[in-house]
T-cell receptor, first 109, second 113 residues
Framework: GIQVEQSPPDLILQEGANSTLRCNFSDSVNNLQWFHQNPWGQLINLFYIPSGTKQNGRLSATTVATERYSLLYISSSQTTDSGVYFCAGAYNQGGKLIFGQGTELSVKP | DAGVTQSPTHLIKTRGQHVTLRCSPISGHKSVSWYQQVLGQGPQFIFQYYEKEERGRGNFPDRFSARQFPNYSSELNVNALLLGDSALYLC????????????FGEGSWLTVV
């Protein structure tokens, strides 16, 4: 089955700093997504990005499907960016999502 | 419009007991999936339901079961609770099983003592 690995596992930033989170996946996926889990446990969709690059405000993501990795960029980080970031992929459209172990981000004021 | 709603939000059960968790999807969404998230790990897929039929099952024992109702809401049942079942249980809603549009509820925190 597909495996999803994320790095780094933990990241501490000073407010205003930039960061890059990485997701490697072991097999072809056609539903690569990034999520942010807030301290209360809710998972929020950030990007659906099976390939290419997307941007949403200070966040952007790039997936290179042929090389089986995806990157999430956070620029000018804010304390509200703190939480755990997950990438997840699926074998088929929708369906069972396989999550990575997450990157726990802490942004200090 | 309401998002994905789950109940209860928190509960404590004793080993050996049974628990039922409930989920109401976003209006118009017909597919519901359940995930278990143990502390410090990513969510793990348990079930997916669509139009009241099971469309997928993760690697969980038969103590875990689920069903979907005609109004597309869903229940997750866990029998003979073990300490290791303590986790955040997440429900996800999507228009159909093939949709990449997926929304999660806030989860039900289960503690087994």
């Amino acid at each position: 089955g597909i495996q999803v690995e994320q790095s780094p596992p933990d990241l501490i930033l000073q407010e205003g700093a930039n960061s890059t989170l990485r997701c490697n996946f072991s097999d072809s996926v056609n539903n690569l997504q990034w999520f942010h889990q807030n301290p209360w446990g809710q998972l929020i969709n950030l990007f659906y990005i099976p390939s290419g690059t997307k941007q949403n405000g200070r966040l952007s993501a790039t997936t290179v499907a042929t090389e089986r990795y995806s990157l999430l960029y956070i620029s000018s980080s804010q304390t509200t960016d703190s939480g755990v970031y997950f990438c997840a992929g699926a074998y088929n459209q929708g369906g069972k999502l396989i999550f990575g172990q997450g990157t726990e981000l802490s942004v200090k004021p | 419009d309401a998002g994905v709603t789950q109940s209860p939000t928190h509960l404590i059960k004793t080993r050996g007991q049974h628990v039922t968790l409930r989920c109401s999807p976003i209006s118009g969404h017909k597919s519901v999936s359940w995930y278990q998230q143990v502390l410090g790990q990513g969510p793990q897929f348990i079930f997916q339901y669509y139009e009241k039929e099971e469309r997928g099952r993760g690697n969980f024992p038969d103590r875990f079961s689920a069903r979907q109702f005609p109004n597309y809401s869903s229940e997750l049942n866990v029998n003979a609770l073990l300490l290791g079942d303590s986790a955040l249980y997440l429900c996800a809603s999507s228009p159909d099983p093939s949709s990449a549009t997926i929304y999660f509820g806030e989860g039900s925190w289960l503690t087994v003592v």
